[in-house]
């Protein structure tokens, strides 16, 4: 008789706790849904990803991290625009942009931000790649075959083609939240940041779509059928040997 009342308790104890633990499980993932739902447009992916891990910290914090930074651009936006109505032009955008950023996450990078018709973008952080430069070069490669792909459907439309220029650089940047106490987002800063977007300025000068630096290229093998420019100069800065890209060879250079 005295074991009845014992063995009773001890079986509402556990399903006391197993309601605890059902209930802390479902609290959680609602919390993980809210943010995915709040930040999904916000944030890059891999940015998301990091945080709903728990490997973001909320608030200021950067680290200095070894990371291969892109800048792309539309050439003669600003007269492609003016020939356009705001919404033509609201439109085009749209369109240039899903392509794009569709690229950018299929070669596990981390969008930055949209600069009017530019974007930043960089691999290497939050999550760590085995090879950034290889992801950022083919990624840029494939920004340039789906924009062929787009021009197709603008010229058909009557809309105006679209060419654009792509600079990437490998080097070591202060990545993290980076911004004033109550505005901040994830980002990244340093000599490395502004190389890449000066040499995304000389792709129209060289006459190719897509420059990168010398320590992209020795991150890179035989998959890439590159273009030597020797060295060439760089507007507030030393002169550097810059390279190109054609294609890509082979699989061997696929993104890890």
């Known amino acids: 008789k005295i074991l009845i009342p014992a063995v009773s308790f001890l079986i509402l104890l556990w399903i006391s706790v197993m309601v605890g633990a059902i209930a802390d499980a479902t609290n959680t993932l609602l ?7 709040s930040f999904s447009g916000s944030v890059s992916p891999a940015v998301l990803q990091e945080m709903l891990a728990g490997n973001l910290a909320g608030g200021i914090s950067a680290k200095t991290a070894e990371v291969c930074i892109m800048f792309s651009d539309i050439r003669g936006f600003t007269g492609l625009s003016e020939s356009l109505s705001p919404e033509e032009v609201t439109g085009l955008l749209t369109r240039y942009f899903d392509r794009m950023v569709a690229c950018v996450h299929r070669c596990e990078g981390t969008m930055d931000k949209f600069m009017g018709d530019g974007m930043m973008v960089f691999f290497g952080a939050p999550r760590s790649l085995d090879n950034p430069c290889a992801n950022a070069v083919r990624c840029a490669v494939e920004m340039v075959e789906q924009l062929k792909e787009l021009n197709v459907e ?18 070591k940047v202060v990545v993290g939240n980076i911004g004033s106490t109550v505005r901040h987002n994830y980002s990244a800063i340093g000599d490395a940041v502004n190389v890449a ?12 779509p897509i420059v990168f630096t010398d320590t992209v290229r020795a991150n890179l093998d035989a998959g890439f059928d ?10 507030g800065h030393s002169p550097m040997r810059l390279w190109g890209v054609n294609a890509v060879l082979s699989k061997e250079a696929a993104p890890h």
């Open 154 to 171: 603008f010229e058909r439309e009557g809309l105006p083609r679209v060419e654009i220029g792509i600079g990437i650089n490998y080097g």
């Open 31 to 37: 919390e993980k849904n809210r943010l995915r739902n």
């Open 197 to 208: 977007s000066r040499i995304e300025g000389l792709t129209k000068r060289l006459g190719k």
């Open 226 to 235: 590159m273009i030597d420019f020797g060295e060439q100069p760089i507007r």
